[in-house]
């Protein structure tokens, strides 16, 4: 190695040193953290196209109950763009308010990326879709709260009408005294409207409702995919599990790099309760939520969804 070549070594080492410099704000300024990250290759892309990362694309709308390919699908596990693709992703336009173009539009993009919930936006079939007065099929229904399947619930008695929740994560993430009140403030907010009483189970007492903080596979039929994706996912009546990811920055009073544990918390016990995905943007039932934000309200649409369930109490 020659001396001429120190010019040549120190540009790149301080090529290196401006792109560390540069590389947390960039990972940053991203909406989605990292694991949907895959979606901003695919911007643009339609019908009849055959890219890297379609696949995914595929693994994602049936992750959250778009798409549904059968065994004698030709285009289940390749990368090829096809015709129910296409179709799957006018389903998630429509749910999300979008012109349904059927190809990855920036704004189609922007809001697949967005950090979200676990839970599928469509099960078995059910949900309930947002039609614009003006969009391509001109007419519209109201936006509305989505049940589960069978209308579930937790069966309510003067003698039974108290629900015990306890904390029980494989991974520590934030403490006790901090996630407590949290929690508390979140079930608070539907007991306001609903028959039941929270209560936290004593030592050894069973619960109905376990609440915790778990990692990638954690025992349950759907894992955690790290940071970034999905936040926390629950189930519905009566199976009362409540889990966050616990590989995402979570705050009690969130930077706009962190998420709001009273926000997803009210959000999850939502689903505890009985109540899906609603298409209502300012609905806690809302699927999709965006770093730093605080939404630690029931909009009226959540409350109607919860008095459809459990009746007028209060
Ligand atoms: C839908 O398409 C119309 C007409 O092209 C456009 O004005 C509108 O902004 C689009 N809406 C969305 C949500 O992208
Ligand atoms: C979906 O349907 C299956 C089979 O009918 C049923 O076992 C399951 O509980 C349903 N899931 C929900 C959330 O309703
Ligand atoms: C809550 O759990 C207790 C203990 O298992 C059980 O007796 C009770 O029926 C459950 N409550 C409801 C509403 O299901
Ligand atoms: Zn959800
Ligand atoms: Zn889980």
């Not at 890219?51 to 596990?77: I, P, W």
């Not at 519209?140 to 629900?163: E, M």
């Not at 520590?172 to 929690?183: E, F, G, K, N």
Request: charge should be positive.
């Amino acid at each position: 190695m020659g001396l001429k070549n120190y010019p040549t070594l120190g540009l790149q080492a301080f090529l290196v040193l401006v792109v560390m410099f540069m590389l947390p704000p960039l990972l940053f300024s991203k909406p989605n953290g990292h694991h949907f990250e895959f979606l901003q290759n695919l911007q643009g892309s339609h019908k009849g196209q055959k890219l890297d990362g379609v696949g995914k694309l595929k693994r994602y709308l049936e992750k959250f109950g778009y798409l549904h390919y059968n065994d004698h699908s030709t285009h289940a596990n390749d990368e090829e763009f096809d015709d129910q693709l296409e179709s799957a992703v006018k389903t998630y336009q429509l749910k999300y308010g979008l012109n349904e173009t059927g190809h990855l539009c920036p704004r189609t993009t922007e809001m697949m990326m967005m950090p979200r919930c676990g839970v599928p936006d469509i099960i078995n079939g059910t949900t309930r879709m947002k039609r614009h007065k003006h969009g391509p099929l001109s007419f519209h229904t109201v936006s509305h709260f989505v049940l589960f399947q069978g209308n579930r619930k937790w069966p309510y008695s003067i003698n039974q009408a108290h629900l015990i929740y306890k904390f029980e994560s494989s991974v520590p993430v934030i403490h006790i005294r901090l996630l407590r009140p949290a929690i508390v403030q979140a079930f608070a907010k539907w007991e306001y409207v609903i028959p039941f009483k929270f209560v936290e189970a004593r030592r050894g007492q069973v619960a109905n409702i376990t609440i915790g903080f778990h990692r990638r596979n954690h025992g349950d039929p759907v894992g955690f995919d790290g940071p970034g994706g999905t936040l926390a996912h629950a189930f519905p009546p009566t199976i009362g599990m409540f889990h966050y990811d616990a590989d995402e920055k979570w705050s009690t009073n969130p930077k706009p790099n962190e998420m709001d544990l009273e926000t997803i918390a009210i959000h999850e016990i939502g689903h505890v309760l009985g109540l899906q995905h609603s298409a209502v943007p300012e609905a806690i039932m809302y699927g999709l939520f965006s770093p730093g934000e605080k939404k630690r309200r029931l909009h009226k649409d959540d409350v109607l969804g919860i008095r459809t369930l459990y009746g007028l109490h209060r």
